[in-house]
């Protein structure tokens, strides 16, 4: 009976044995590894660092497949996710917005209600920019095309052909247009006093008929040393 006794100890005894030496070194740094590698991934959700989460929680996930402890990290990336698609959307920036928010969704398939506010928000702020960007091009598509100026320019320096009268002519509708949409004033400036009366009353019946109500502006300038010419000044915005 001692001797059954001390035969069960010792089967015992190296049972114990057995299952302490069980776990390898190769399962403990593994073990380890895994351990160190959830630290790193929530110092990186802690941090907002969420692509590097993201490829963290992709690696664990790799690994281990059917791990349910890391389906609480898959939750909170995707609500950090739809946090930063909040915010950036809040400041103006839909694109970045839409690309948090598809991630968000991407990482709860099954909770789309979820995003549904901020999916809502983003396809309103979508419809704003491209009514605005709508509005812009209408707006540049109304506006006219200048003639003989450039709009950019301080003012602008045409010579009138005076031995053509056709030509001059067609100049003066061109000038008169310019001046009328780009409200400009104007200084005739020409070699001779008598050149002045009938430039300004050609001009000014074009401008009134283009508007009658245009307050037209002139400034007559005797130059005797250069060829008649015409100076637009587009009137700068009050």
Known sequence: MKSFASRYLLLVA????????????????????????????????????????????????????????????????????????????????????????????????KAPALTGGVNSAITHARKA????????????????????????????????????????????DAIATDVVNYQCDVSIQAPRTEDYPWLATLLTNRVKKLDSAFDLKLERQILRNIPAQMVLSPRKPL
């Open 14 to 109: 190296f049972s114990l044995l057995g299952a302490c030496q069980g776990t390898s070194p190769a399962a403990t740094e593994a073990q380890d590894a895994r351990a160190t590698a959830i630290v790193q991934l929530e110092q990186s959700l802690a941090s907002s660092e969420l692509a590097t989460a993201e490829d963290q929680l992709s690696t664990l996930q790799a690994q281990s497949p059917n791990d349910p402890s890391l389906e609480q990290y898959q939750r909170q990336l995707a609500e950090a996710y739809l946090q930063r698609s909040q915010i950036v959307l809040q400041k103006g920036d839909v694109n970045a917005a839409a690309t948090a928010l598809s991630r968000a969704r991407a990482l709860m398939p």
């Open 129 to 172: 920019e491209l009514d605005k960007a709508e509005a812009a091009l209408k707006a540049a598509e109304a506006k006219p095309v200048a003639k003989v100026i450039d709009p950019a320019a301080e003012s602008t320096t045409i010579a009138l052909n005076l031995t053509d009268i056709t030509k001059l002519r067609k100049q003066l």
